[in-house]
Nanobody, 120 residues
């Protein structure tokens, strides 16, 4: 059974920092691309940051220079360090484990989400 368990969300003021964690079980963590996605109310789920199995990181335009994604394969955990938070970062953050398949499809697993609220 695959599980992705997120933690670290909460309420912070603008300009502050948070660090999200996502620990996976039931998968060979090291071969999966790991990502963080957000889904604000009434909007589509969108990519925040992705780190490939080879540790290459990609970021959404709105978070470049502020957020850093990292992974620890020994702990089956991916992190998202969020600095200089803005009210528009407010959303539910979902952890994703993705594995590209040979037929071009992609195997995806999702966590339950952790809420981040940035407000003064």
């Amino acid at each position: 059974q695959v599980q992705l368990v997120e933690s670290g969300g909460g309420l912070v003021q603008p300009g502050e920092s948070l660090k999200l964690s996502c620990t996976a079980s039931g998968i060979i963590f090291s071969i999966y691309d790991m990502g963080w996605y957000i889904q604000a109310s009434g909007k589509r789920r969108e990519l925040v940051a992705l780190i490939t199995s080879g540790a290459k990181a990609n970021y959404g335009d709105s978070v470049k220079g502020r957020f850093t994604i990292s992974r620890d394969n020994a702990k089956n955990t991916v992190y998202l360090q969020m600095n200089s938070l803005k009210p528009e970062d407010t959303a539910v953050y979902y952890c994703n484990a993705g594995l590209p398949l040979q037929d071009g499809d992609r195997l995806n697993y999702w966590g339950q989400g952790t809420r981040v609220t940035v407000s003064s």
